[in-house]
């Protein structure tokens, strides 16, 4: 099974932000339109994150980039895991591993859509407790 996995940041809602504070920007003609141009420059660099999910022997790995370069990751060993989530929506998975130093790590929108069974696997395979919860009627 594949060990890679990756998702990105869904444009429209970042591209609508883009296009009203970019007619703000041209309407303000105070110091406020510095305040715009910054936010713009924000609305550009969230539409270029991409994430991505590796799975190695004994630990599940997240990284957050932006382009090509890495901003943060989030790792979890099998030992540091204390339950993993499965959310089962509609139409697509939302998972959420807690760790037992209490953070959490979700992951959703990764393709290929199969990461979830990635996931079931190396709970299964690790003995990591699991919770199963469902949107559907």
Do not use: C
């Amino acid at each position: 099974m594949q060990d890679h996995y990756t998702a990105r940041e869904p444009k429209l809602l970042w591209i609508l932000l883009f296009v009203i504070t970019l007619s703000y920007a041209y309407l303000l003609e105070s110091s406020l339109s510095y305040v715009a141009y910054g936010l713009l420059f924000v609305f550009a660099a969230a539409m270029m994150i991409h994430y991505e999910l590796f799975f190695s022997e004994n630990e599940i790995r997240l990284e957050v980039k932006i382009l090509s370069f890495k901003l943060f990751e989030k790792k979890a060993t099998a030992q540091e895991i204390e339950l993993i989530q499965f959310v089962d929506l509609i139409r697509r998975h939302v998972i959420f591993i807690k760790k037992k130093d209490g953070k959490r790590i979700r992951l959703h929108r990764f393709v290929p859509e199969h990461f979830s069974g990635r996931v079931r696997m190396f709970a299964k395979q690790h003995e990591i407790k699991k919770e199963e919860m469902t949107a559907r009627k």
